[in-house]
């Protein structure tokens, strides 16, 4: 189980000399972007056996062209990563030998001191420092690639025994250097009591970093002594005057709380020792984590998730201590945590103010963890006294927060967003601690018992279960005692209080008993009532389906029963019995019924009022033509003798029949104008025509009127002409619409099976 502890800010010499790693490993803690090359693993060391001498000769002298290309395409990813580094190197190895050129350009009319030339010296170390890191990439690619053939020849663990011994071997020399060496390359006037063991990469100001040892009072160097960080500035060396000044104004500020060991200010440097903290920076051990937990799935998340609100409880300790005593951080970010087992520290207290200066706001730090609000203050020119400047230290937290759990950085602030596995309550406490300033958390402490709250719930294996509602900020309460110092006791000397944390289960405290969390899992009412809301969902679902299902079968049955009976009720059973040619031309349309009905659409035409008639008689013949043909057709396809022929003839002498269905009194001179020119026109161009009496008339109109659907409209019609027995015959219905004082005549040509449609524009 995590334990968040109260990180010590409080660390003098006995405490540091405690607290120091035995043996030593300086550059694990600033390093930046080192790759490892291999981890020491313990148990038996693999040794050359016979079985693997067997498969060796086996692989080469049998089977050495299958193995080869597995080889191949097992180190393919390791080939890329070497041609990759490689031309990095390269690239860095060119820059720097540039840099050399210049350098030794410049030395002829630069002093070796002169700043210009320091910046030279400077950049061209920063690019051998990058060149060397390429290198080793390359060489780590190239080890890969004889591990993955190792392998695939059965030599694999012969390869990580020489690996192992290789590491050890320059692990033992590393220790050996940093154990026996005397004297470090330092500045010439470096603090004699201070004895350089290493030293470390630069940060973002002009000051170097040496991993130091004290000398005792007969000036000899415990080997195994405790290590510290020494920062030192010099100030003839091209040193930033700017950066010196405020590091010395925060080193006095730090040096009252007890977070540096010693400081020093003289007319050529200024320095200052801090604790060494072993660990790796937050930075790796947050990108290790989201790495591993995107490789091993939720469960390792929940995992990560647990330890990333560890780190941030123990950081918001340490913050509340600094507000307390009334000055703030400026600089929280995770490359300045450094991560020792599951303990935190925070280190780089160059940008340390006082809550109550005088001085204006600057916009020092670094991106994405910087409060935005600070930096448009600080161009207003406001003071730090001005505005509670604690609320720049808990945007920053909230966006470590943010990283820790996503590990990315947050570029929107409060707008950024977390993937859809992290539970609501983490989200609303970052989104808290980075919205503006006044919707923010009033303290550091009021955020720590939101987070306090938080890591008590995932010690229990509930954190899923947490809404941002459940959180005491939300609810109102107060700090709880474990997370209270004692008063009158001074916050950064309150040992008691950091004792009292760090002897609760957990790191937490029992102040959160109520609400109890129900561990993932377990079946409780809410689970139970959930079980029965679902299965009597289900049932209903299933009733409802059930239902649908038994109204679809009926309606099917109804169907099929109508296509029975007009299956069993055809045109050809209608007419007279007697007449076969009658039912043999029926039988006809019936089958023609069965693929429905064929719709044609004639463009329209535009005519003159004694142009209509002779284009209408004639468009109308010519459709009837077709028709006529078509049928007989197929009457011979279907039937041949003496009643096929009666058939035929009863198709080619099919009549037109025209009859206005228009129901406008106003149009109705038109209409009987219409139908008196239709036998006229008839007669004249010797088209088959017929007219119908006033009942056969009306009767057409009441169906027309009366069915709207196509198919019903076309049965309809062709049963009254089998039920009278008649011969088939082309009925033609039109109606006239006047649109813009234009009148159009809608023409619709009906044959049971057949439909044409013709519009006339009297112009």
């Not at 019609?717 to 033609?732: E, H, I, K, Q, Y």
Request: one cysteine or more; hydrophobic letters at 45%; proline letters at 5%.
């Amino acid at each position: 189980m995590f334990r968040a502890k109260t990180a010590q800010v409080v660390m003098d010499s006995r405490a540091a000399t405690a607290a120091a790693p035995v043996p030593p490993q300086p550059q694990a803690d600033y390093s930046y972007g080192t790759r490892n090359w291999g981890k020491l693993k313990s148990g038996p060391k693999p040794t050359l056996t016979l079985g693997n001498i067997i498969h060796f000769i086996i692989a080469v002298f049998f089977l050495w062209p299958v193995f080869l290309i597995v080889a191949v395409f097992a180190s393919l990813g390791d080939c890329v990563a070497l041609i990759r580094a490689t031309v990095e190197a390269t690239i860095s190895s060119t820059f720097w030998c540039g840099m050399v050129f210049k350098e030794w350009s410049a030395a002829g009319f630069l002093h070796r001191e002169d700043p210009k030339m320091l910046q030279l010296r400077g950049s061209r170390r920063a690019f051998g420092h990058e060149a060397i890191k390429d290198w080793k990439a390359a060489g780590q690619a190239l080890v890969g690639i004889g591990r993955s053939w190792s392998k695939v020849f059965g030599l694999g663990g012969l390869f990580m025994a020489l690996e192992e011994r290789v590491a050890r071997a320059n692990l033992d020399w590393r220790r050996y250097v940093i154990n026996t060496a005397p004297k470090g390359a330092a500045p010439a006037d470096f603090p004699e009591q201070w004895v350089v063991m290493d030293e470390l990469p630069r940060g973002g100001s002009s000051a170097r970093l040496y991993v130091v040892r004290k000398r005792d009072a007969n000036g000899v160097i415990d080997p195994k002594g405790p290590l510290f960080v020494l920062k030192y500035f010099d100030l003839t060396a091209g040193g930033n005057l700017e950066n010196i000044i405020r590091e010395s104004q925060a080193a006095e500020l730090a040096k009252r709380l007890g977070l540096i060991i010693e400081s020093s200010l003289g007319n050529r440097a200024f320095w200052y020792v801090m604790p060494y903290y072993h660990g790796r920076t937050l930075t790796q051990s947050t990108l290790d984590g989201v790495k591993k937990a995107r490789a091993e799935g939720p469960r390792q998340f929940s995992e990560h998730q647990r330890l990333a609100l560890g780190w941030v409880h123990q950081v918001l300790q340490i913050i509340a201590q600094y507000h307390e005593a009334g000055v703030f951080h400026k600089d929280i970010k995770p490359d300045n945590l450094i991560v020792s087992n599951e303990k935190i520290y925070l280190v780089d207290i160059g940008l340390m103010t006082p809550l109550g200066s005088m001085s204006q706001l600057t916009t020092h730090g670094t991106e994405y963890f910087r409060d935005p609000e600070m930096v448009k203050l600080a161009l207003e020119g406001k003071e730090v006294r001005e505005v509670n400047a604690s609320k720049f230290d808990i945007y920053s937290i909230g966006a470590v927060l943010f990283f820790a759990i996503e590990g990315e950085f947050p570029t929107a602030g409060a707008l950024s967003r977390f993937n859809n596995d992290v539970p609501l309550a983490i989200q609303w406490v970052a989104n808290r601690a980075m919205a503006a300033m006044h919707q923010r958390y009033d303290n550091a402490r009021q955020m720590l018992t939101d987070v306090d709250y938080l890591c008590y719930a995932a010690a229990h294996g509930a954190l899923e279960n947490i809404k941002p509602a459940d959180l005491p900020s939300f609810r109102g309460m107060p700090v709880p005692p474990h997370l209270t110092p004692i008063t009158g006791i001074p916050v950064v000397n309150n040992t008691s209080y950091r004792q009292k944390l760090e002897a609760l289960p957990g790191g937490y405290g029992q102040w959160y008993q109520a609400p109890s969390f129900k561990r993932k899992g377990e079946f409780g009412f809410k689970k139970a009532a959930a079980v029965v809301f679902m299965v009597g969902g289900l049932a209903a679902i299933g009733v409802v389906t059930l239902g649908i299902l038994t109204e679809i079968k009926k309606e099917k049955d109804r169907s099929d029963i109508e296509k029975r009976q007009l299956a069993a009720d055809t045109l050809a059973k209608r007419v007279d019995p007697k007449r076969n040619d009658l039912k043999l031309a029926y039988s006809v349309m019936d089958r023609a019924f069965d693929k429905g009905v064929s719709v044609e659409n004639h463009a329209p035409v535009s005519v003159t009022r004694s142009q209509l008639m002779p284009a209408l008689v004639k468009d109308l013949d010519a459709v009837a033509r077709q028709w006529r043909e078509s049928f007989a057709h197929d009457v011979g396809k279907n039937a041949q003798g003496a009643d096929a022929d009666k058939a035929r003839a009863l198709f080619a002498g099919a009549p037109l029949v025209l009859v206005s269905v228009d129901g406008d009194t106003q149009d109705a001179a038109f209409c009987e104008g219409v139908e008196h020119d239709w036998i006229i026109e008839t007669a004249l161009q010797k088209t088959m025509t017929t007219d119908l009496n006033k009942d056969n008339r009306r009767e057409v109109r009441d169906v027309f009127t009366g069915v709207s659907d196509t198919v019903a409209l076309h049965r309809e019609v062709g049963a009254r002409m089998a039920r009278d027995s008649v011969n088939p015959a082309f009925l033609t219905v039109f109606t006239v619409e006047t649109v813009e004082n234009a009148q159009h005549v809608k023409v619709r040509m009906i044959f049971p099976g057949h439909e044409a449609t013709f519009t006339y524009t009297l112009k």
